[in-house]
């Protein structure tokens, strides 16, 4: 069965409580295609607690976030399918630091 890449990352910026995130998925989606990007963060410390978003546009806000503080972020892509669902392989890390207000 083919295999869905992660998808790719245009663009972040950042704010004093938000990353805003632009991606692109990894194919052209077919019509009909569903498609969702699992998407999760954490604080860049010691002992991190991953959160999770579930997303359907290619343009979202991480939100809810610390001042200047350093935060990562991986996503994947779910396809849903008449049969249930296919995921994607998972970006590797990324990390930015929100900005100061």
């Known amino acids: 069965s083919a295999t869905l890449g992660p998808p790719r990352v ?43 978003l579930i997303e359907s546009e290619t343009l979202f806000k991480i939100g809810n976030l610390k ?9 994947q892509v779910q396809l849903e399918i008449y049969s249930g669902h296919l995921e994607g392989q998972q970006r ?6 929100t900005a100061l207000s």
Do not use: M
Request: proline share 14%; net charge negative.
């Open 10 to 52: 245009n663009s972040v910026s950042v704010s004093p409580d938000s990353l805003i995130v632009s991606i692109s998925p990894p194919f052209p989606p077919e019509p009909g295609d569903f498609l969702q990007y699992l998407v999760s963060f954490w604080e860049n410390t010691t002992s991190p607690t991953e959160k999770k």
């Open 67 to 75: 001042e200047s503080t350093l935060y990562c972020f991986t996503i």
């Open 92 to 97: 590797a890390p990324e990390c930015h630091r």
